[in-house]
């Protein structure tokens, strides 16, 4: 039972990194990434809801009067994440970008475990922490460095300025969800049931990104979402929804039965692995980038460092 409870945990983390693939394809039929995200997290909160209900939890959402305002806001994490993910994985490539996510995930995660931030357990600095922290700072500078050779002819080219601002977005948008997490966890402990917590999160994702949009389009800043195309969109390119609900409430009910370290430990293994592959297969007709050596010694960083700061 314990194997495939850690199993899994690898199997969500496979699914984020799925998810930010196929929201590609959405963007291509729609014509917008927020539109794009605002139908993935549509699908998401719907597919939650379903499950609400099918539970029978859905009456919990009746203590929500007694909850503090703030706790409803985990939510906000995800239209940033998934939009960015749309934005940067053309950009530069799935492993690269997920590379940027997972370092600002440890990083965000090590702020909440070292200063006991959101509720969150104080943590003293170890050795073990501090080396791993490291080897993750290494491992994703070797993964950029290493990915403008692996570029394939067509990408989207970026000066030096507009890239390190899509670096500095790509760590953003992975340091939010541990701060989503530790507050989900807080609202969890108010209402008592993952799955209501998980359709807060989502319902309030949905109206954020809605939001965006609706100003965005307002102000000629993006285009008008567009529908006919989604009629040609492969299967496929609907799973972004279905995959952010399994990984959101995956690591809900997973978290207290082998841990957050664990749980998170595998999740991001599970998440730089299969953003490698879909670089260099070049799956979901994303660009394929060779998996040079390079890449190779900072994937391993990367996922040495996140293991050791998560399980140290």
């Not at 749309?86 to 997972?102: C, E, Q, S, W």
């Not at 402990?189 to 989502?202: N, Y």
């Not at 990984?247 to 957050?260: D, E, H, Q």
């Amino acid at each position: 039972m314990h194997t495939a409870l850690l199993a899994a945990a690898l199997l969500v983390g496979c699914l984020l990194a799925v998810q930010s693939s196929v929201n590609l394809q959405l963007n291509s039929a729609v014509g917008t990434p927020y539109g794009a995200s605002a139908i993935q997290l549509g699908v998401a909160t719907g597919l939650l809801l379903v499950l609400a209900a099918a539970t029978g939890v859905l009456g919990t959402l009746g203590r929500l009067p007694d909850v503090e305002p703030w706790l409803l806001l985990g939510g906000l994490a995800s239209p940033l994440y998934i939009t960015s993910g749309i934005l940067l994985f053309p950009r530069l490539g799935a492993l690269a970008a997920v590379g940027l996510f997972v370092t600002g995930q440890m990083f965000a995660s090590l702020a909440l475990d070292l200063f006991g931030l959101l509720g969150i357990a104080r943590k003293d600095l170890t050795v073990g922490i501090a080396l791993g922290a490291v080897a993750v700072l290494i491992g994703i500078v070797v993964i950029i460095r290493g990915q403008k050779a692996s570029a394939p002819a067509g990408a989207p080219k970026t000066s030096g300025a507009g890239r390190a601002a899509w670096l500095g977005l790509g760590i953003l948008a992975g340091a939010v969800l541990p701060v989503q997490g530790a507050v989900n966890a807080q609202l969890r402990d108010r209402l008592k049931e993952p799955i209501t917590v998980a359709v807060i999160s989502f319902t309030v994702a949905t109206f954020t990104i809605a939001v965006v949009l609706l100003v965005l389009y307002l102000t000629r800043r993006t285009s008008k979402p567009k529908i006919a195309p989604l009629k040609r969109m492969p299967w496929w390119g609907w799973l972004g929804g279905a995959c952010a609900a399994a990984y959101v409430t995956g690591t809900f009910l997973l978290m207290p039965s082998i841990g957050a370290a664990v749980t998170i430990a595998l999740t991001v293994t599970g998440q730089q692995l299969t953003s490698a592959l879909i670089d260099h297969r070049g799956l979901f007709r994303l660009p394929q980038r060779a998996l040079t050596k390079p890449r190779v010694i900072g994937l391993a960083l990367l996922i040495a460092g996140s293991l050791t700061i998560q399980l140290a």
